[in-house]
């Protein structure tokens, strides 16, 4: 029930003051800048009315230019012009020199693997910078455009860009001034604008293609709230590899080597792009290049991008399995990114999905309309359109524990902000210090999955081993990034770590971790059982030695024999059985020093009374 709003009399109605908010689509390609103007959520065009901002930055000899400016650089300039710069967010030297093709401009081998930089003539710039030069200029158009400062912007990112990535575009907003409301998943705010707007409800895909990342996520949109299923995809798929293949088969045509100098090869690299959005409009187009001309028709370009075609199905299917939909069970897919106006995707997914594709809105301007929605709601402003926006970890979240096996916190696939909290206690007696080692992964033992960070909780009071209790929490905030804390209850001693890798993790080995869970399933939970075991029978054995050592006497030849010949035999077993083996003869040791242990408590018990009276006892 709505709440009514009561106005004392004689006072002014108190106007409530509306911030200024945008969103922001940094792209690959091109990005955007939208923000409310009037009733509605639009992209901001610049001064010439372009809407889409290029994302190239030129360092020229006295200024710094973004955009189509930049552009014309290409060609002339090449080493001091910097594309595609979102693939290079959270990746390390060697991941980026792992690419598979040629990049124009040089790395500065003198900074560290994990924190690349790119040298120019304004000396060595890092992606973040970069990408700070572009969104700097989106926050200038926005505000030229409103005549207010920018109170707050919602930046969208990839679905699977990893805690590195995202780290790294707050790190870019930050440098341009920008106070960050929230990361989004750019799928999510596809769905913000056509779900809200539309009303549509039911299970929908969201098929985001962009010039350099792939996106596939599966939505559940019921009564207003926004919910991430599934997400699959690649960081190193997208429009620009359509243009290197068509380069590749231009090239061979012409006759060119595959070493061309850079001008040239740039040439072809702007020929290859103009080629492929032609024939998002025409059936075939002609072209020239180095005195050589022929023609391409759609059917070559679908032929050409046979492979990456594959890949984005296999996506699609994945991220159906993973939520346990069928295509029947999706009611629509949502086309976003400029990569989508190509026939060929268009009808690939119309095949595979049997159905249609959404495509009423423009593909390069869905994306920042959602996320300006969404920053409306963030800044405070009134808006019929708060809808509750729940996206999900790619992959799951725990800790190391005794024997190398991996404890999972936080599944994969949770619905985010989370944060989970789990009780563990120390391994020896004595022991003050634990050591809290973050992994990230499906597989069963720690070295199968991704180390994220290390960190000790110290001070923890000297206690007979299994009596402390630390809690360990794990926060994933709303941007997908991870904060873990370790306390000892008793004490309230406390330690923290923020995830902040250098460099991140690439979705091909994201969807590597996966399938080799997958694959090795039956195999992790053997090595699991097996490491339990073996765990529980260590420590039952420094027990019962440390027993033996204390309190000799109180134990026979004839019972010392047996639990002698069960330990011989379990230290073996730990050497070459197998799980149940241990089991067994770990029980076997535990029921052969059971009376021992007795007569110890006893001993321990009559020791403690000695020349106490009973009434003395029970009076206390």
Not at 41 to 57: A, F, N, Y
Not at 604 to 620: F, R, Y
Request: glycine share 8%.
């Amino acid at each position: 029930m709505a709440l009514l709003q009561i106005q004392e009399p004689g006072i002014k109605p108190h106007h409530r003051e509306q911030k200024f908010a945008v969103g922001i689509d940094l792209g690959t390609t091109n990005s955007l800048v939208a923000a409310k103007v009037g009733s509605v959520v639009e992209t901001l065009p610049s001064k010439d009315g372009d809407h889409l901002l290029q994302s190239i930055v030129h360092y020229g000899d006295g200024a710094v230019t973004v955009g189509r400016e930049a552009r014309d650089f290409l060609v002339e300039d090449n080493k001091n012009t910097i594309g595609s710069v979102k693939r290079l967010l959270g990746k390390s030297q060697a991941e980026i020199r792992g690419f598979g093709y040629h990049l124009p401009y040089e790395l500065d081998s003198q900074f560290p693997d994990g924190d690349p930089a790119i040298v120019t003539r304004h000396g060595s710039v890092r992606p973040t910078q970069v990408s700070a030069e572009i969104l700097s200029v989106l926050k200038e158009r926005a505000e030229e455009f409103s005549g207010q400062e920018v109170d707050g912007a919602v930046i969208t990112v990839p679905a699977y860009f990893n805690d590195a990535q995202r780290q790294q575009t707050k790190d870019a907003a930050e440098l341009a001034g920008l106070r960050v409301l929230r990361l989004l998943n750019e799928p999510t705010a596809a769905a913000v604008a056509y779900g809200l707007d539309a009303g549509a409800e039911g299970n929908v895909i969201v098929f985001d293609l962009g010039g350099g990342t792939f996106d596939v996520s599966l939505l559940s949109l019921r009564n207003g709230v926004f919910q991430v299923l599934a997400t699959g995809g690649d960081t190193n798929l997208g429009g620009d590899d359509i243009d290197r293949l068509l380069m590749e088969w231009i090239r061979k045509r012409t006759g060119f080597s595959r070493d061309i100098d850079e001008k040239a090869l740039v040439s072809l690299n702007l020929l290859s792009n103009s080629i492929k959005h032609r024939l998002s409009l025409e059936e075939n187009a002609e072209y020239a290049f180095n005195n050589f001309t022929g023609v391409i028709t759609r059917h070559d370009l679908k032929v050409l991008c046979k492979i990456p075609l594959k890949k984005m199905v296999a996506v699609c299917s994945k991220v159906l399995r993973d939520a346990n939909v069928k295509i029947s069970d999706v009611k629509e897919v949502v086309m976003v990114g400029g990569s989508t106006r190509m026939p060929a995707v268009r009808e690939t997914v119309a095949d595979f999905f049997e159905m249609p594709p959404l495509v009423s809105y423009d593909p390069d301007k869905v994306v920042a309309i959602g996320a300006g929605i969404q920053a409306e709601v963030l800044v405070g402003n009134r808006t019929s359109d708060e809808g509750l926006l729940l996206d999900v970890t790619p992959l799951s979240l725990g800790l190391e524990t005794m024997g190398e096996l991996v404890e999972k916190i936080i599944p994969r696939n949770t619905t985010i902000p989370v944060t989970r909290a789990q009780d563990f206690t120390t391994y020896r007696d004595g022991q003050t210090a634990l050591s809290i080692h973050i992994v990230q992964g499906e597989r069963e033992l720690v070295s199968d999955c991704r180390s994220l960070g290390r960190f000790e909780l110290r001070g923890i009071p000297p206690m007979v081993a299994g009596l402390a209790k630390v809690r360990v929490s794990f926060q994933v905030d709303a941007d997908g990034l991870l904060s873990v804390s370790a306390e000892e209850v008793s004490t309230g001693v406390k330690a923290e770590i923020a995830v902040k890798p250098s460099y991140g993790l690439q979705a091909s080995a994201v969807e590597e971790m996966l399938k080799s869970s997958r694959e090795n399933a039956v195999k992790d939970m053997e090595s699991r059982s097996l490491n339990e075991a073996r765990v529980d029978a260590e420590r039952l054995m420094e027990v019962v030695d440390a027993a033996l050592l204390e309190d000799p006497d109180l134990i026979d030849s004839r019972e010392l024999s047996v639990i002698q010949s069960k330990r011989e035999l379990l230290t073996e077993l730990l050497r070459v059985g197998s799980s149940a083996e241990i089991k067994k003869v770990t029980e076997d040791l535990n029921l052969a020093s059971t009376n021992f242990a007795n007569r110890r408590m006893d001993a321990q018990i009559s020791k403690t009374l000695h020349g106490e009276s009973i009434d003395s006892v029970v009076s206390e």
